[in-house]
């Protein structure tokens, strides 16, 4: 079991960037596949990004290719979503995920979720 906690959120700007964290507790944090979901309000929770439990390969929504990027660091236990370029339409509740198995876009998948953290994208 792994339990999840996003931090980083806040208010940006229009073409600016932003950092999300996800650190994890619980063993075996190298065995996850591990991704970036959001939710904006009224809408569903929609697929940003993941990466498998390597770490070598990473998939992207269309929404945000090219502008984010997902990245673990295995030894520090730490999840990340760089996001660059944003946009408003960027802005919502971002929560990491987990699940032991391959990269899948789907967010019923995913077996353990953080609590969320806010980002708004607004000048």
């Known amino acids: 079991q792994v339990q999840l906690v996003e931090s980083g959120g806040g208010l940006v700007q229009p073409g600016g960037s932003l950092t999300l964290s996800c650190r994890a507790s619980g063993r075996a944090f190298g065995s996850y596949t591990l991704g970036w979901f959001r939710q904006a309000p009224g809408q569903e929770r929609e697929f940003v990004a993941v990466q498998n439990f390597i770490g070598d390969r990473a998939d992207y929504a269309d929404s945000v290719k090219g502008r984010f990027a997902i990245s673990r660091d295995n030894a520090k236990n730490t999840l990340y979503l760089h996001m660059n370029s944003t946009r408003p339409e960027d802005t919502g509740v971002y929560y990491c995920?987990?699940?032991?198995?391959?990269?899948?876009?789907?967010?019923?998948?995913?077996?353990?979720w953080g609590q969320g953290t806010q980002v708004t994208v607004s000048s």
């Open positions: 995920a987990a699940r032991l198995g391959y990269s899948v876009r789907n967010p019923y998948d995913y077996e353990y």
